[in-house]
């Protein structure tokens, strides 16, 4: 067979690889060598994020991709489950919660949502709202300098809430677990389509990396993907039901690996699999909103 030429890996939008003799000394692409052990290139691949964010601080990164600033090797992630589910989950608000049923549900949905309900009574199960933005669940936190904005933020949306009418694009409702484990409803709207009749698989991929970073962020201050990897073995039917079953396998080196399972709400067919890692960043509090 003769050999494939693959593309270069990407991280946060930024390529990896370029060509010999073209990478600058200290940038990314020299850090990261692909013969280095995995504990070396964990550390390189740190060292590679301030090395970038130096820059970008500096404005030498000028057009280029976002990296995190200053990542800390030796940060604490101190905060406990409790405490960010509490930021996570606003009791008193008045945005609107997607996370509530609706007339489009179907009643395989309806079924599953009101029995993990049922759950979040006595086994620990915690129903997770979903508002238009992410920024409204780190309220009173700091994003990274190199990742904050000053642009208009009324009209910004997640993209898994991008679509505005109940039914026609992403409808799901996701249930974490302290012992970092979440279960997401999904049932995606005609708006979602691929193949005719059939949800298109990118729309499975956004909603499985929403309820890792969700799960990621819970389970231990996960906040970028860095990998994600998917197996599709089943087409997903618009407006049927997908149940996406989540674990956290390990917390390690300051990133967080997940595993999901797709599959349909008898449990006969297996949607797809798939499997992340994220990276850990603890988030300053805002002093600027006290």
């Known amino acids: ?13 930024g390529t990896l690889d370029q060509p010999q003799g073209a990478a600058e000394k200290g940038s990314l692409a020299s850090l990261l060598q692909p013969c280095q052990p ?21 404005g030498a990164l000028a057009g280029g991709p976002y990296i995190l600033p200053r990542f800390s090797p030796a940060s604490a992630f101190g905060s406990s489950t409790d405490s960010l589910v509490s930021r996570f989950c606003q009791e008193k608000t008045d945005l609107k919660n997607y996370t509530l049923p609706n007339a489009s549900w179907c009643p395989d949905m309806l079924n599953l949502y009101h029995e993990f309900l049922e759950k979040t009574k006595a086994d ?79 729309s499975l991929a956004a909603m499985i990396d929403e309820t ?14 860095l990998n994600l990897s998917i197996r599709f073995k089943n087409l997903i039917r618009v407006g049927s039901l997908a149940v996406l079953n989540v674990d956290v396998e390990k917390i390690e080196d300051q990133k967080l690996y997940i ?13 797809a699999k798939a499997s992340g890692t994220f990276l850990q960043l603890q988030l300053e509090e805002d002093s600027s909103q006290y």
């Open 259 to 271: 595993s999901c399972v797709a599959q349909s709400a008898d449990r006969q067919t297996v949607y």
């Open 212 to 225: 890792f970073s969700e799960t990621a962020y819970l389970a231990g201050e996960g906040l970028f993907t």
């Open 124 to 202: 620990g199960w915690i129903r997770l709202p979903s508002f238009k933005s992410n920024r409204n669940h780190i309220q009173g936190l700091k994003l990274p300098l190199a990742l904050t904005v000053t642009s208009d933020k009324s009209d910004c949306r997640i993209f898994t809430r991008c679509i505005k009418m109940e039914g026609q694009g992403y409808e799901y409702g996701i249930f974490f677990h302290p012992s970092k484990k979440s279960v997401c409803l999904f049932q995606p709207g005609p708006s979602l389509e691929g193949p005719p009749r059939f949800a298109h698989g990118g």
């Open 1 to 13: 067979m003769p050999k494939q030429h693959l593309p270069p890996p990407q991280v946060l939008g």
């Open 38 to 58: 995995q504990s070396q290139r964990s550390a390189t691949i740190r060292r590679g994020f301030q090395v970038a964010a130096r820059r970008g601080h500096h």
